[in-house]
């Protein structure tokens, strides 16, 4: 999960500047 949630911190920063960074991991929690 660990590994997953930082790919998408890092999709999510080179795709928006800061808000998404944060909320794409509460996400992948909730998923998980």
């Keep these: 999960v660990d590994l997953m949630v930082k ?12 808000p998404i960074p944060i909320v794409v991991p509460s996400l992948s929690s909730q998923k998980a």
Excluded: E, F, V
């Design 7 to 18: 790919t998408a911190s890092s999709k999510a920063r080179l795709n928006a500047p800061l």
